[in-house]
């Protein structure tokens, strides 16, 4: 009977996911505006990492070693450069950060050529290395992916926080193995490196339920910096005014960038502001206008549920389910018929 090797199956399932992704991606961005391309090639990266893999440990065909490593190298940089993207912090040029992410790459072929034996270590480093940056830009929380719709920064940043752990968990295994193969002859190396595809497999998928459900919209230049607002009121008034008087927060693709175009106030001071005059973060306080509007339709409409769902500005209703029980504690249907029965009793 054929077996077929455990980072085959991995590199299938990643096939799958890249073409879910760019149908998905195709499916929900308009104008033609690029997707978030650092993710779709990171995908792609890893499946041909999966198939090199196989190759190897699967049909023992060793040449493909002098390639794993490199494309190795490349998962990192292009899981920060989609999370970077998302964020929209670089004022870097496209090709100063091509170049720069590339320099990893380029140190491992370095090393092949003059220290082999430290590979593992240099991996390990460079998965660490970029871990670390991904969890510094998200060390404001949401409010960090300034580039996506508020209704799925919550769960894009759960997910890149995930990511994070990862390349810090495929960081492990590197060393794992290279302890073993010191130590211990490479008996449980094929065992970690399955491991690895595994990890890898869940990187992916993280960074691939981003770029399908969170296109990053295309980078715009900054309107010209305002005058500094007089205090966290003066913001907070700004904000309220598009909430309450504009109903900014019915745009299903309003972010953070603009809505800071929209109040002529920094991203930064608006994130600010809300998190010390609220407790909550940007995407939780936009959210709870949305499923304010959302109860009064409820109340006073018998429109069906997802009608209002989008009404109100939500895109799925896994995410409006979630943001209105966060709020009321009920589905919208258990919250629609706790009324109706209150109403029905005071008649």
């Known amino acids: ?17 890249l073409a879910e992704v760019v149908r998905r991606d195709d499916g929900l961005r308009a104008g033609g505006a690029p997707g978030n391309l650092p993710f779709l090639a990171l995908i792609f990266v890893s499946t041909l990492q999966s198939v090199l893999s196989g190759l190897r440990w699967g049909y023992g065909i060793q040449g493909v070693m002098y390639l794993m490593p490199v494309t190795a190298a490349l998962v990192p940089p292009l899981a920060y450069a989609g999370v970077s993207r998302l964020v929209g912090t670089s ?10 992410h ?21 991996l390990a480093a460079i998965f660490i290395f970029y871990a670390g ?19 799925n920064a919550t769960p894009a ?23 073993d193969l010191l ?26 339920a981003i770029a399908s459900r969170n296109p990053a919209p295309p980078e715009e230049a900054e309107a010209a910096p305002p005058a500094e607002a007089d205090g966290d009121r003066e913001t907070m008034a700004a904000v309220i005014s598009q909430m309450e008087g504009r109903r900014v927060y019915r745009d299903t693709e309003l972010t953070l960038d603009r809505l800071a175009r929209k109040t002529l106030v920094p991203a930064r001071q608006i994130s ?10 940007v995407s939780q306080y936009v959210n709870e206008f949305r499923v ?39 589905t919208p249907v258990q919250w629609r018929d706790k009324r109706r029965r209150a109403q029905a009793g005071s008649a």
């Not at 940056?133 to 209704?151: K, N, Q, T, V, Y």
């Open 1 to 17: 009977m054929l077996s077929v090797p455990l980072p085959f199956v991995v590199a299938i399932l990643l096939l799958v996911l």
């Open 91 to 100: 004022r870097l040029s496209p090709l100063r950060r091509v170049m720069l």
């Open 102 to 122: 590339s320099a990893p790459a380029g140190l491992i072929v370095l090393l092949m050529l003059l220290w082999r034996e430290s590979l593992d270590i240099a």
């Open 133 to 151: 940056a991904i969890l510094l830009l998200m060390r404001s929380g949401a409010d960090a992916l300034r580039r996506l719709p508020f209704e």
């Open 157 to 179: 940043f759960r997910s890149i926080i995930f990511a994070a752990l990862a390349l810090l968990f495929s960081a492990t295994l590197d060393l794992y193995v290279f302890f």
């Open 183 to 208: 130590e211990g002859r490479g008996r449980h190396a094929l065992a970690a490196i399955t491991l690895g595809n595994l990890a890898a497999l869940i990187i992916l998928s993280l960074a691939g």
């Open 272 to 281: 600010g502001a809300i998190n010390r005059m609220t407790g909550k973060n």
């Open 292 to 330: 304010a509007e959302a109860c009064h339709l409820l109340a006073d409409t018998d429109k069906p549920v997802t009608e209002i769902m989008f009404d109100v500005g939500f895109q799925t209703k896994s995410n409006f389910n979630r943001e209105f029980r966060r709020v009321t504690d009920m």
